[in-house]
């Protein structure tokens, strides 16, 4: 049978945090373009809208 052996830790916390914060600066970058994403369709079918009511 093996036996697992635990190293200590080789990277420094600091990684984790810049890991973290990388993490956490993408979900804030998504969501802001799932936002402008969503404005810009509600703004081409209030357009379309605009421009069937006129007819």
């Known amino acids: 049978m093996a036996t697992l052996t635990h190293h200590p830790q080789s ?3 600091e990684h984790d945090v810049r890991s973290l ?3 956490l600066v993408s979900a804030v970058v ?3 373009l799932l936002v402008g994403a969503a404005g810009v369709l509600g703004s081409i079918v209030d357009l379309a809208g605009w421009a069937l009511s006129s007819s």
């Open 11 to 13: 990277t420094p916390v």
């Open 21 to 23: 914060g990388a993490v």
């Open 30 to 32: 998504l969501v802001a």
